[in-house]
C-alpha cells in the first residue's frame, strides 16, 4: 500500500491548502493512505523540516515542499499503484 505523509503544524494556512490538495487527489486513489505528522510533535521532524512545511512524502521519500500541485501528485501516485 501507498501511503503519504503530510508533515505539518497547526494553525498553517499553507498545510491546510495542502491537506486539501491531497485529500481532494485521493478521492480518486482508494488504495492510498494519508498520514499527518506535526513538527511540533516530533524533534527530529521540526529541526529538518521547520522552514519548509508542509512537506508531502510518499512512501517515505519527499514529493514536495510548501504547495502541492494536485497534476504532480496525480502523475506521480499514477507512478507508484500501477
Known amino acids: 500500500m501507498t501511503v503519504l505523509t503530510l508533515i505539518g503544524k497547526p494553525d498553517c ?12 487527489v485521493l478521492a480518486d486513489y482508494p488504495g492510498v493512505a494519508l498520514e499527518q505528522q506535526s513538527i511540533l510533535d516530533d524533534a527530529a521532524l521540526l529541526e ?3 522552514d519548509e512545511i508542509p512537506v508531502l512524502l510518499i512512501d517515505g521519500r519527499v514529493h514536495n515542499i510548501w504547495r502541492v500541485d494536485p497534476a504532480r501528485l496525480r502523475t506521480a501516485l499514477d507512478g507508484v499503484t500501477a
Do not use: N, Q, R, T
Open 48 to 50: 529538518k523540516y521547520h
Open 13 to 24: 494556512h499553507l498545510c491546510e491548502d495542502a491537506l486539501a490538495a491531497v485529500e481532494g
